[in-house]
């Protein structure tokens, strides 16, 4: 009996298919042949500090750094039920051979022996290398397996990489932590991505503002551009010279241009396309594809690949053929695919390329929700412009002279249309109109000019012009530059280029965005405070992409066996230690420099002082006042409302706000000095100045429910009757709209 691991239960179902293994149970498909079960992701991973030594669970700089001599292992709090299930399986005496099936590639194969060393497992055990999960890709996987241990280069990599990240993380982590007294989280592929958000922001901040000129000749059917000029008066003088003077076409080129269709999707660029196109942040795009993968409408989309394997091409074929007949914008179309283009296994990792499955026939798209279809006609509409024809058009440039200056006017004619109409049908479905990437191209029929050509006279306008600063990131733009990042200094072989992996980057994100170091506005991405002094106060070799690319070139040379991973760990270990010995100076230096600044919400009701948000409550900033809001209010979580800043700002800075009498509130009329503790009211809300907001309820009249015995709340409910106001405190006490009188 094979006990075949894989990584994920839809692996493990698709592979369960291929080979007729059809007996489900709980957490495993067996027959009488094989037993196939999964992992969930990683199910064990390298402990936290704190399993080291009570010393590690409270972080000091004394304590560091910490360099495990022994590395230990969890199996992940939430995954233990499934772990228990595949170190059962791996422990049955009718099993006799394990198979790693887990992903074709270095983060599958640590899944897969985190597992079977914590497991304990002696037993043998093979490789399924595959890159495709097509029944025959499967099939043929299974009758060719690898021996397992041929594989402990490329484990030891993984294994090298891992504790890599858990060193420098955990160490650089709690050392700049400490330092400057706030949670600072120092990462490889983390800082250096923030790095790139501050020095865009920092271009964007020093960018000068240059002003320049275009002397522009008024052709027929043209128009014919100066080089830049950047003083008005010599444009001026420039303008003059031309009207006086002819105008002699020196120079006609005309040139055939093609631009080739675009690949396919990997996850980086569909993430980048959506966030163009729709303004999904790559969370959103990440988590809807990885519902499509669920609902059987897309591929895999954690990948890296933009090609399909080449055992593809009829799949391929079948499934434009569906997206021609399921999307509006192809009906009528006349559409030949060259399916070739795509096809090309030796550029295909772990997964192949992004594109919709024949489960799209029998599917309804408008029972689909919007978000969803729209990624999927998304990386339909990829995948019919990926097969078409190349865009081709003819680039035609004539140069002029005029008053010893030179002139150029630029055109282009398309010849063929491509791929590039397939993209206007696409573009013209959609509720909103993206940028264009050559929305600034100047497009122009040119004239049939001739060299030699002569124009006397001709008319001049002087156009201004400034120069612009770069454009703040946004996650398109800085998903390209995560994924270009450092590529120049890594081995072309490197498994990993780049900052991260296609499935990491979102996440990269949001925790930058989660961590208080950036902000999003709009679709912009930018540094906070505290992120751009989280860069200046780190050193390079943390904030450059060329440790990661250091990084890499040592972990292909271990796959390769062709590098020690001894000597690698020690080089780790030793940085760690460096980073520590080096800003021992630093300690309690600039403990201000990551202080928080509060946001005053408004000023307190009783001293006027400034009221600002705590983590469990509002409070007034003067300590010998003791006004307080409570987060969480009973009146607030009976109606699950979130007492939010907004709602406590607007009570506060209310310009309908007035006070009434103090006995509304009895509690606070016993406790207090008569007017201390006044109530006032804001709209349809009264506020108790002792701390309790106060709902109204017009025309509706809610019980309570308590018995007069039980301790007052400090909450009323009012309701409006026909001649007067009333306030009803649990039936004990009634005020009316003219003052306030307490009911026996």
């Given at each position: 009996?094979k006990?075949?691991i894989?990584?994920?239960p839809?692996v493990?179902?698709?592979?369960?298919?291929?080979?007729g293994?059809?007996?489900?149970?709980d957490g495993?498909?067996?027959?009488?042949?094989y037993i196939?079960s999964?992992?969930?992701?990683?199910?064990?991973q390298?402990?936290e500090?704190?399993a080291?030594?009570?010393?590690?669970?409270?972080?000091?700089y004394?304590s560091?750094p910490i360099?495990?001599?022994?590395w230990?292992?969890t199996?992940?709090?939430?995954?233990?039920?499934?772990?228990?299930i595949?170190?059962d399986?791996?422990?049955r005496?009718?099993?006799?051979e394990?198979?790693?099936?887990?992903?074709?590639g270095?983060e599958?194969?640590?899944?897969?022996?985190?597992v079977?060393?914590?497991?304990?497992?002696?037993?043998?055990f093979?490789?399924?290398?595959?890159?495709?999960?097509?029944?025959?890709?499967?099939?043929?996987?299974f009758?060719?397996?690898k021996?397992?241990r041929?594989?402990?280069?490329?484990?030891h990599s993984?294994?090298?990489?891992?504790?890599?990240?858990?060193?420098?993380?955990?160490?650089?982590?709690?050392?700049?932590?400490?330092l400057?007294?706030?949670?600072?989280n120092v990462?490889?592929?983390?800082?250096?991505?923030?790095?790139?958000?501050?020095?865009?922001?920092?271009?964007i901040?020093?960018?000068?503002?240059e002003t320049?000129?275009?002397?522009?000749?008024?052709l027929?059917?043209a128009?014919?551009?100066?080089?830049?000029i950047?003083?008005?008066?010599?444009a001026?003088?420039?303008?003059?010279?031309?009207e006086?003077?002819?105008?002699?076409c020196t120079?006609l080129?005309?040139?055939?241009?093609?631009i080739?269709p675009p690949?396919?999707?990997?996850?980086?660029?569909?993430?980048?396309?959506?966030?163009?196109?729709?303004?999904y942040?790559?969370k959103?795009?990440?988590?809807?594809?990885?519902t499509?993968y669920?609902?059987k409408?897309l591929?895999?989309?954690?990948?890296?690949?933009?090609?399909l394997?080449d055992?593809?091409g009829?799949?391929?074929?079948?499934i434009?053929k569906?997206?021609?007949?399921?999307?509006?914008?192809?009906?009528g179309a006349d559409?030949?695919p060259?399916?070739?283009?795509?096809?090309?296994?030796?550029?295909?990792?772990?997964?192949?390329a992004i594109?919709?499955?024949m489960e799209?026939?029998?599917?309804?798209?408008?029972a689909?929700?919007?978000?969803?279809?729209?990624?999927l006609?998304?990386?339909g509409?990829?995948?019919?412009?990926?097969?078409?024809?190349?865009?081709?058009?003819e680039?035609v440039?004539?140069?002029f002279?005029?008053?010893?200056?030179?002139?150029?006017a630029?055109?282009?004619?398309?010849?063929?249309?491509g791929?590039k109409?397939?993209?206007?049908?696409?573009?013209?479905t959609?509720?909103?109109?993206?940028?264009?990437?050559?929305e600034?191209?100047?497009?122009?029929?040119?004239?049939?000019f001739t060299e030699?050509?002569?124009?006397?006279?001709?008319?001049?306008?002087?156009t201004e012009?400034?120069?612009?600063?770069?454009k703040?990131?946004?996650e398109?733009?800085l998903?390209?530059?995560?994924?270009?990042?450092?590529?120049?200094?890594?081995?072309?072989d490197?498994?990993?280029?780049?900052?991260g992996?296609?499935?990491?980057r979102?996440?990269v994100?949001?925790k930058?965005?989660g961590?208080?170091?950036?902000?999003?506005?709009?679709?912009?991405?930018?540094?906070?405070?505290?992120?751009t002094?989280?860069?200046c106060?780190?050193?390079?070799?943390?904030t450059s992409?060329?440790?990661?690319a250091?990084?890499e070139?040592?972990?292909?040379?271990?796959?390769?066996g062709?590098?020690?991973?001894?000597?690698?760990?020690?080089g780790i270990?030793?940085?760690?230690?460096?980073?520590?010995?080096?800003?021992?100076s630093?300690l309690?230096e600039?403990?201000?420099?990551?202080k928080?600044e509060?946001?005053?919400?408004?000023?307190?009701p009783?001293?006027?002082?400034?009221?600002y948000e705590?983590?469990?409550?509002?409070?007034c900033?003067?300590?010998e006042?003791?006004?307080?809001?409570w987060?969480?209010?009973?009146f607030?979580?009976?109606r699950?409302?979130?007492?939010?800043?907004?709602?406590?700002?607007?009570?506060?800075?209310?310009?309908?706000?007035?006070r009434?009498?103090?006995?509304v509130n009895?509690r606070?009329?016993?406790?207090?000095?008569?007017?201390?503790?006044?109530?006032?009211?804001?709209?349809?809300t009264?506020?108790?100045?002792?701390?309790?907001?106060?709902?109204i309820?017009k025309n509706?009249?809610?019980?309570?429910?308590?018995?007069?015995?039980?301790?007052?709340?400090?909450k009323?409910?009012l309701?409006?009757?026909?001649?007067?106001?009333?306030?009803?405190?649990?039936?004990?006490?009634?005020?009316?709209?003219?003052g306030?009188?307490?009911?026996?």
């Amino acid at each position: 009996m094979k006990l075949v691991i894989c990584e994920k239960p839809s692996v493990g179902a698709a592979v369960a298919a291929a080979l007729g293994v059809t007996g489900k149970k709980d957490g495993y498909i067996e027959n009488d042949k094989y037993i196939i079960s999964w992992c969930i992701g990683h199910l064990v991973q390298l402990s936290e500090a704190a399993a080291y030594g009570e010393q590690y669970r409270k972080w000091s700089y004394d304590s560091l750094p910490i360099l495990p001599q022994e590395w230990q292992y969890t199996v992940a709090a939430d995954k233990g039920k499934q772990f228990k299930i595949l170190k059962d399986l791996m422990h049955r005496a009718d099993v006799s051979e394990v198979v790693n099936a887990c992903d074709a590639g270095r983060e599958g194969e640590l899944i897969f022996r985190f597992v079977y060393e914590m497991a304990g497992c002696k037993k043998p055990f093979t490789r399924l290398w595959i890159s495709s999960m097509e029944t025959g890709a499967i099939q043929s996987g299974f009758d060719n397996l690898k021996d397992g241990r041929g594989y402990d280069a490329l484990y030891h990599s993984a294994l090298c990489r891992a504790k890599a990240d858990w060193l420098i993380g955990i160490n650089a982590t709690r050392l700049f932590s400490c330092l400057y007294g706030k949670t600072l989280n120092v990462g490889r592929v983390q800082t250096p991505t923030l790095k790139m958000l501050v020095d865009r922001d920092a271009a964007i901040t020093n960018f000068k503002k240059e002003t320049y000129y275009h002397v522009r000749l008024m052709l027929p059917g043209a128009e014919a551009a100066s080089a830049k000029i950047c003083a008005a008066d010599e444009a001026g003088k420039l303008k003059a010279a031309c009207e006086a003077s002819a105008a002699v076409c020196t120079s006609l080129t005309r040139e055939k241009k093609t631009i080739a269709p675009p690949k396919l999707f990997d996850l980086t660029s569909l993430q980048r396309e959506a966030n163009r196109i729709y303004g999904y942040t790559a969370k959103q795009t990440l988590d809807l594809a990885q519902t499509l993968y669920e609902k059987k409408l897309l591929t895999y989309p954690r990948t890296d690949s933009n090609y399909l394997t080449d055992d593809m091409g009829e799949t391929a074929t079948d499934i434009i053929k569906v997206l021609c007949e399921k999307l509006s914008f192809m009906e009528g179309a006349d559409f030949s695919p060259e399916i070739a283009k795509v096809l090309n296994s030796k550029k295909v990792s772990d997964h192949h390329a992004i594109i919709p499955t024949m489960e799209l026939a029998k599917a309804d798209l408008t029972a689909l929700p919007e978000s969803e279809r729209n990624i999927l006609t998304l990386a339909g509409a990829r995948l019919l412009m990926a097969t078409a024809e190349p865009y081709s058009f003819e680039a035609v440039t004539a140069v002029f002279s005029c008053a010893d200056h030179e002139f150029t006017a630029k055109g282009k004619a398309v010849i063929a249309a491509g791929w590039k109409e397939i993209e206007r049908l696409y573009r013209a479905t959609l509720k909103k109109k993206p940028d264009s990437d050559d929305e600034n191209e100047l497009v122009l029929d040119v004239p049939d000019f001739t060299e030699g050509q002569t124009f006397e006279n001709p008319a001049a306008k002087v156009t201004e012009h400034e120069t612009t600063p770069p454009k703040p990131h946004n996650e398109a733009s800085l998903l390209s530059a995560m994924e270009r990042a450092g590529n120049e200094d890594t081995d072309p072989d490197a498994e990993r280029r780049g900052l991260g992996t296609p499935a990491t980057r979102a996440a990269v994100i949001e925790k930058l965005v989660g961590g208080g170091f950036v902000e999003r506005k709009g679709k912009q991405l930018l540094p906070t405070k505290d992120g751009t002094n989280l860069v200046c106060v780190l050193p390079d070799s943390l904030t450059s992409p060329q440790l990661t690319a250091a990084w890499e070139n040592n972990l292909t040379q271990i796959a390769k066996g062709q590098a020690e991973p001894d000597a690698f760990m020690q080089g780790i270990e030793a940085m760690a230690s460096e980073l520590v010995k080096t800003y021992a100076s630093v300690l309690g230096e600039k403990p201000e420099l990551f202080k928080t600044e509060k946001t005053e919400l408004g000023k307190c009701p009783r001293c006027k002082s400034p009221v600002y948000e705590g983590k469990k409550n509002y409070y007034c900033s003067n300590k010998e006042c003791s006004f307080t809001m409570w987060k969480n209010d009973r009146f607030f979580e009976e109606r699950k409302t979130a007492f939010t800043p907004k709602i406590a700002a607007a009570l506060l800075n209310s310009k309908h706000r007035k006070r009434v009498p103090t006995s509304v509130n009895p509690r606070c009329d016993a406790d207090a000095p008569d007017g201390d503790f006044a109530c006032w009211e804001v709209s349809q809300t009264l506020f108790c100045g002792g701390l309790h907001p106060l709902k109204i309820f017009k025309n509706i009249w809610q019980k309570c429910g308590r018995t007069r015995s039980r301790p007052c709340s400090q909450k009323m409910q009012l309701m409006t009757l026909p001649q007067r106001k009333e306030v009803f405190h649990y039936g004990k006490f009634t005020g009316h709209r003219k003052g306030l009188s307490r009911r026996a």
